[in-house]
């Protein structure tokens, strides 16, 4: 399949899911998740969603970017693997609880990212006294910050 090809089945399965999410119960506790094959920190990363209660399936690619574009995530936001839930984007190493918020909450964000891949994040290693920032992005308002992970 060419790229072009590529973008367009990716949006279609993005907006389909989406959709289907939206409608859901605000309980859906499924989250698609897309990432390299070769990704450890990503298969940890859905290993730690799984304990934490969500159904994970997981669509290995080498072709992120269009993922990514489709999702809508700014490129200053990119993490390792993006995810989809109950109509929600999320974007790199988020913690659970970030995610367990934003789903009770329900802001007008299209989703969270954890930019890069914060040291001490889910998947990225245990670290108590590890600090990064948890970004709401997309809706109204440029990236800003969510939550803040750890220590100050």
């Known amino acids: 399949m060419t790229k072009p090809l590529v973008s367009i089945a990716v949006s279609a399965?993005?907006?389909?899911?989406?959709?289907m999410a939206a409608r859901a119960d605000h309980a859906d506790r499924h989250m698609s998740v897309w990432k390299s094959p070769t990704c450890g920190c990503c298969?940890?990363?859905t290993d730690i969603a799984r304990e934490h209660g969500f159904d994970v399936t997981v669509t290995n690619t080498d072709e992120m970017s269009p993922i990514k574009r489709a999702a809508?995530?700014?490129?200053?936001?990119?993490?390792c693997h993006t995810a989809?839930?109950?109509?929600?984007?999320?974007?790199?190493?988020v913690p659970m609880d970030a995610i367990d918020r934003l789903l009770a909450e329900r802001p007008a964000l299209a989703g969270l990212s954890a930019p890069g891949m914060p040291m001490g994040s889910p998947g990225m290693g245990d670290d108590p006294d590890a600090r990064y920032d948890v970004y709401g992005f997309g809706g109204d308002t440029a990236p800003a910050v969510y939550q803040q992970v750890g220590p100050r």
Not at 14 to 19: P, S
Not at 84 to 93: K, L, P, Q, R, S
């Open 84 to 93: 989809t839930i109950d109509g929600y984007v999320i974007e790199g190493h």
């Open 43 to 45: 298969e940890a990363w």
């Open 72 to 79: 809508g995530v700014p490129a200053a936001m990119e993490g």
């Open 13 to 19: 399965v993005l907006l389909m899911l989406g959709t």
